[in-house]
């Protein structure tokens, strides 16, 4: 008898190839991130996978913590694994049973049963009935409830025995390392978090670039973004995030170009630095966290423009979301509290007072030409500091 946790996935999405595929990799994300909890099994039968340790001191709460944030998973159940013998069956039913009592005040409960062994002597609802007589006689507190009772005791003979009564939903969404990859403009802002997750979900790897405007911008607002990459990584099986050098392409632009176009030719200067990265990287688009008519900068004629400076695809997964609906998505994740720290990021500090919400892309073109762009973008990646976050 040990201690099992069931894995269950929404297989009935995927089809051919692409199941085990799936499969595999969703496996092997489960596998990096529960190892260093200790030795661990992940295995799969009948689609489903039981992650198993016979470690001692394997850290079963933290495991289920990390399950609930790996993509691909639809929820997952702490089971106890019996011999498929009726008799071992009930003997752990009532031991499981009585520990549950002990902790929560149930008062009713249903059996559901599922054989998925025909060799086992009883059926499913044999089973039920039977079990469930089992139970009320070593129990009197206890009344069935069929249509709304406190706990239900399922029940899978299968060639083990697996017992258990909690469903906890999972992240749900695609395993990562199934959608190819995309760099996401990670600022220390509340939106572009979400942003990474919501690509994330769907099975993308993430890189991360940041632009840091030091002095401007203290050492504390990188610390922060390092610390939201580090929260968004638990979903993304690491994130390598790029430091990008900034401040001296912002004195340039505010030098030389006029100022109600400061911020939309920083932000194209954004996108053409980390499309150079993400290249580099083997990514296959850009992500960042802009949502319409947010801001003054976030208008359709701004999107345009910014979209203009680089040739991959942008995407904007918040585009039609509202702030409140983002920031409900920030908490469940956990990057809320560490966005809200009030550490500046560069974009106050290099405002313009008046900027147009309509930006003409001739003009942004024209008001460009001054700058030396190859030379500063160069400078800037040859100076992008990685940090490897796992
Ligand atoms: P966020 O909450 O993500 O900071 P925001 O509402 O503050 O977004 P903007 O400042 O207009 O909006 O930035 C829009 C997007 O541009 C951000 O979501 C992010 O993807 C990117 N961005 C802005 N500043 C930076 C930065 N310093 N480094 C990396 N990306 C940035
Ligand atoms: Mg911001």
Redesign the pocket.
């Known amino acids: 008898m040990e201690k099992v946790i069931l894995v269950r996935y929404e297989e009935i999405f995927l089809k051919g190839l692409n199941k085990k595929i799936f499969e595999n990799q969703l496996m092997r994300n489960i596998k990096d991130r529960l190892s260093p909890l200790g030795k661990v099994t992940v295995t799969r039968s009948q689609s489903r996978i039981y992650v198993e340790s016979s470690d001692q001191g394997f850290d079963w709460d933290e495991a289920i913590i990390r399950l609930q944030k790996i993509f691909g998973i639809a929820s997952i159940s702490p089971v106890e694994k019996v011999e498929s013998d009726y008799d071992a069956i009930k003997a752990k039913t009532l031991e499981t049973i009585d520990k549950m009592l002990k902790k929560y005040q149930y008062k009713t409960f249903k059996v559901e049963a599922k054989r998925g062994d025909k060799k086992f002597p009883l059926n499913s609802p044999q089973i039920c009935a039977d079990l469930g007589g089992y139970i009320l006689a070593n129990f009197p507190s206890l009344k069935v409830n069929v249509h709304n009772p406190d706990f239900i005791f399922y029940v899978e003979v299968r060639e083990s025995t697996y017992l258990y009564s909690e469903i906890i939903p999972g992240a749900k969404g695609l395993p990562t390392g199934t959608g190819g990859k995309a760099t996401?403009?990670?600022?220390?802002?509340?939106?572009?978090?979400v942003?990474g997750w919501m690509i994330a979900k769907r099975g993308v790897t993430i890189d991360a670039?940041?632009?840091?405007s030091y002095p401007y911008t203290s050492d504390r607002a990188k610390d922060k973004v390092v610390k939201l990459a580090e929260i968004l990584s638990r979903y993304c099986m690491g994130i390598n995030l790029h430091i990008v050098p900034?401040t001296d392409i912002q004195l340039k632009i505010n030098e030389k170009c006029p100022h109600e176009y400061l911020t939309i030719i920083m932000?194209r200067y954004?996108m053409k630095i980390a499309q150079r990265i993400a290249e580099k990287s083997g990514s296959l688009g850009l992500?960042?966290?802009?949502s319409i008519g947010?801001?003054a900068?976030?208008t359709m004629e701004s999107m345009l423009v910014t979209n203009h400076a680089v040739s991959m695809p942008v995407y904007r997964p918040l585009v039609g979301m509202d702030k409140n609906e983002v920031i409900d998505i920030a908490k469940r994740i956990d990057t809320y509290d560490t966005?809200i720290l009030p550490y500046e990021?560069?974009?106050t500090i290099f405002v313009a007072r008046h900027p147009v919400t309509r930006p003409s892309l001739e003009k942004c073109l024209e008001y460009e030409k001054v700058l030396d762009e190859q030379g500063l973008i160069d400078e800037a990646v040859e100076k992008t500091e990685v940090v490897k976050i796992l």
């Open positions: 996401l403009l990670l600022s220390g802002g509340i939106d572009s978090p942003a670039v940041y632009f840091h900034f932000r954004m992500v960042t966290g802009e947010q801001v900068s976030q966005s990021d560069c974009c």
